[in-house]
């Protein structure tokens, strides 16, 4: 990934794109650097855990997913309110797209480039 400024991978940083394991290319340099290893973006790296609360989180959120399918496939079935359906299918769909979106942001390589200014 190319970034025009210290700034943009801060908010990088921020948002997950980029973490202190990947490396970056400063401008007039031949020699990549750890981004948790910059002294401007030192700072901004967030310290690596033991367990990824995340993870967790994930699996809540994929078990809520089949919980409320299951909800909206059982209430067809059994014929239960065009509300409560709705409301399964809906939180279902959300849930799914939210997993499906946060599976979709892993790098293919950990380099940045900051070429550009």
């Known amino acids: 990934m190319e970034f025009a400024s210290l700034y943009e991978i801060s908010n990088a940083l ?18 990549w650097v750890r981004v948790a290893e910059h002294s401007a973006l030192k700072a901004h790296v967030r310290p690596a855990g033991g367990a990824r ?7 809540l959120e994929l078990g809520a997913t089949v919980a409320s399918a299951l909800a909206a496939v059982t209430g067809i079935l059994s014929g239960w309110s065009y509300w409560v359906v709705g409301g399964a299918v809906l939180v279902a ?17 950990n380099r940045v480039d900051s070429r550009r200014r």
């Open 14 to 31: 921020r948002h997950g794109l980029v973490d202190g394991d990947d490396e970056l290319l400063v401008p007039g340099q031949t020699s």
């Open 53 to 59: 609360p995340r993870s967790a989180l994930a699996g």
């Open 93 to 109: 769909v959300w849930l799914s797209t939210r997993l499906a979106l946060r599976s979709t942001r892993v790098r293919s390589a």
